[in-house]
């Protein structure tokens, strides 16, 4: 009997170890899962980071060239608006030198008509 208890507790032995085999698998297929799972949102939330910052640096920089243009743009106008401004004195310079030149003559005309002569 003793023989047959001792195959008994030898049995139930190896059962115990297949036991906590499979409960060591069950455990280590669990980690491996949650691990991986991890990786994969970790990895995720990275590239999340960094495609914020990306897009954070591209808006900068967009800001960047925007004022650049608006500036260059307010240069331009500003040069623009000089040059409309010389025109426009020079057209009433011009236009002060012809209206005294046809005063004159119509002076002159009105003159000579008054004296006696024809238009």
Do not use: C, P
Request: no cysteine; net charge positive; glycine share 2%.
């Amino acid at each position: 009997m003793s023989e047959e208890r001792g195959k008994s507790d030898v049995i139930t032995a190896l059962e115990k170890i297949k036991e906590v085999e499979e409960k060591a698998r069950r455990i280590l297929q669990d980690a491996r899962e949650k691990t991986a799972s991890k990786i994969i949102q970790d990895a995720y939330d990275e590239a999340k980071k960094i495609k914020e910052n990306y897009l954070t640096q591209a808006r900068k920089k967009a800001e960047e060239k925007k004022k650049v243009i608006i500036q260059q743009a307010s240069k331009e106008a500003e040069k623009i608006s000089k040059k409309a401004e010389e025109d426009a004195a020079r057209l009433r310079q011009k236009a002060e030198t012809v209206m005294s030149e046809a005063i004159e003559k119509i002076e002159e005309k009105i003159k000579h008509f008054l004296w006696g002569g024809k238009l």
